[in-house]
Every structure is written in C-alpha cells, then in structure tokens.
C-alpha cells in the first residue's frame, strides 16, 4: 500500500508519501488503514510505535488518502521522518522513521514502515480514525419504532435520503440545491428552499395513526435566534394553515404542533407549545417532541425535559395527503436557515432513557 501526495495539491508546506516495506506481512499492510507522519529533530528523539511529543509538524492520512502534506511551510534543514500506521482497532501494526533534508515546500518526503505489533483498543472501546485514540463505545441509537431518518451525509447533490428501513422510503427533494451548502455530516440551509418528499408521507400518517403515537427528533443548529412563524424545521403539512405535525423555531424558543381532534384550530395543530425562553441558541441542539397516546406531551432539549402539556383528543383527523417538508412549508414562506445534522420520526413516544440514548449517540 503507499499513499502519495502531490506538491501543490494539497495544504501549505513539504507533502509526503508513506509506503510499507516489502518484506512486511501482506496482512499488516491491509490492515493498516490510519497512517501519522511527524517531522522530528532527529530519529534519535523518537521511540519507535510511539507519538512523538513535541514535534515540528504532523499530519495523518486515510487508506483512502485524503490528506498528504504538512500544513505550514517549513524551514529548510535536516529533519527526521517518523510514521506510525494503525489499524481499525488501534493496534499499531507499523512504524519506521528516516532522515530528510528539506530544500523547498514543494519536496515530496519519503518514509518507509516496517511491521511492528502494537496493542489494539480494549474490548469495550473503539478506535477513532479522527485521532487515532481508543474511546468508549458509541451509545446505539433506538431502532424500534423508527419510520423517518434523515442524516445529511449525502456529501453532495439534490436528494436527502430516507435511511430509516422502514418501506415505502420518502426520500426529501431539494427544491434549490443552489440555497444549501453540503458538509461532512450536514446540510446547511443558508437561503429559503424546500426539502420535501415526492408525494405524500403515507408510512407516516399509516403507522402514527395506527399506534396513536409520535415522536420527532432533529439534531439542528440554528442559523439565528430571530426567525419565527414558526420557521419550519420539520412539518408534515401542505401550507401554513394546516399540519399533521409540526417542529418549528420561533425565535429563541423551539415551537410545537400536533393534530388532534377536538383542539381549537385543530386542523392547523393548535395549540402551539413553545419551550422556554432562551432554550434556542445557535449552538447544536437535541430537540426532541414526544405524543403520547394518553395525550401526554413533552419536549425535550439536549437530553432535559422542557416542556409538558396534555392535548386531548386522537388522531382520526390526520390527513393522509400531506407531504413532510422540510427546512420550509410547502408554500415556501416559513424558511428555516442553518445546519440539519439528523431529522428522525419514530411511530411511538420515546421515553426519557430512549431520549437520552438517542442524544448521548449524537447526530
């Protein structure tokens, strides 16, 4: 395996490439998938299959390499080269360090590994490809139930995928890929468009309606603490006048609405609970709305209940027509901006420990 970089393609400063001595197990070579290089003072000052603290410069590469040169410019001089590569469990399978003479930030650096045997994560832990460091096990988030899951992680396009497993998928469309920004992991709204599914959201309306039950959670980092209509986070409703569901942001308090028969304005899902003031901050947010059977209500931020309420009154009046928009309403006149890090719905009501998983797994 080597991982080349090219001068120039990449960040500021010398780039390099990392390749594995032929002579090293082919096993070892497979498995190595997180490969550190350090700029030392010398080879003198490093253990070999350990970090190097302190050191000139570092960078990391993927198998996939996605990085290759050292971010700032360096000083021309002899240097040592020193590279450590692990597998997906930590475990340092090789690592080798070399003399170099940089002459100019366009030189391209050479280190070869050799195998080396070091110790994997416990079993109750998992390795980070970000850092390359054992950690505790990511809680799971709750499956059962789950009918809506939006992660964002499309990287690019104009579809936001249904990844929840539940058939039919209702996948969202973005009406003006041009208003969104694509990041790793998320999807920024910088400018008023719609996110919703093709046609109607009957899995939704079919099975809330069924166990009399729902729960909506959004992982969101809001672009402001001024909009308001509600802005829309997620509804699942054809204007502003009528909705099956609502999540919204109005402008430092998060805003929720729920069809149910019998409720004044019920059609448009009146009343509207808000949480408390100041709960809504441009920082990333759990926020979590949970309906009972019994009518029960809660809110939930970050994990802390913050809201409850009772709404009386079942879900016969639900409209099984109604698309599930996104970021908007469907008239395109309640725009929501910011980050959508995950958008899930759930055909029952989650309770405080499954609110708490879910947050404690993060987006």
């Known amino acids: 395996m080597a991982i ?3 001068a120039g393609s990449g960040p500021a400063g010398p780039s390099f490439e990392v390749s594995f001595d032929p ?7 497979e498995e190595a998938v997180r490969v550190e290089v350090y700029l030392v003072d010398s080879c003198a000052n490093v253990a070999i299959g350990v970090r190097p603290v302190p050191a000139i410069a570092s960078a990391y590469v993927l198998r996939d390499g996605e990085a290759g040169a050292f971010g700032d410019p360096l000083e021309v001089g002899d240097y040592g080269l020193y590279g450590v590569a ?3 469990n930590c475990a340092v399978v090789a690592a080798g360090c070399a003399p170099v003479t940089i002459t100019n930030a366009s030189d391209t650096l050479e280190v070869t590994l050799g195998a080396l045997a070091g110790g994997a994560c416990p079993s109750d832990q998992v ?3 970000e850092s390359g460091n054992c950690g505790a096990t990511p809680s799971p988030r709750v499956n059962a139930g789950l009918i809506l899951l939006y992660a964002f992680d499309e990287g690019s396009g104009s579809t936001v995928a249904d990844q929840s497993g539940a058939l039919p998928a209702h996948d969202l469309a973005i009406a003006d890929p041009g208003s969104v920004t694509w990041s790793a992991g998320h999807l920024t709204v910088d400018a008023a468009t719609t996110l919703s599914t093709i046609g109607a959201a009957t899995k939704v309306h079919a099975r809330a309606t069924a166990s009399g039950e729902l729960t909506v959670e959004a992982w969101v980092k809001p672009a ?3 909009q308001f209509g509600p802005a829309r986070i997620i509804s699942m409703s054809p204007d502003t006048q009528a909705r099956n569901f609502m999540l919204g942001q109005d402008e430092d308090t ?5 069809r149910a028969d019998g409720q004044t304005d019920w059609d448009n899902g009146s009343p509207t609970l808000f949480t408390t003031p100041g ?7 759990h926020v979590v709305h949970t309906h009972r059977a019994d009518g029960t209500e809660v809110v939930y931020i970050d994990g802390v209940a913050n809201l409850s309420s009772t709404r009386t009154g079942g879900m016969s009046m639900w409209d099984a027509t109604y698309r599930v928009v996104v970021a908007n309403e469907g008239t395109n006149d309640r725009a929501w901006l910011g980050e959508l890090h995950l958008i899930a719905v759930y ?5 405080l420990g499954e609110v708490q998983q879910n947050f404690t797994a993060g987006p």
């Open 86 to 88: 692990q597998d997906e």
């Open 224 to 226: 402001d603490v001024i």
């Open 23 to 29: 002579t090293m197990p082919r096993s070892g070579r």
């Open 127 to 129: 390795c980070s490809l």
């Open 4 to 6: 080349t970089a090219c």
């Open 254 to 258: 998060y805003a929720v609405r729920f």
């Open 347 to 351: 055909d029952r009501a989650l309770d």
């Open 279 to 285: 709960s809504t901050t441009t920082a990333l947010t």
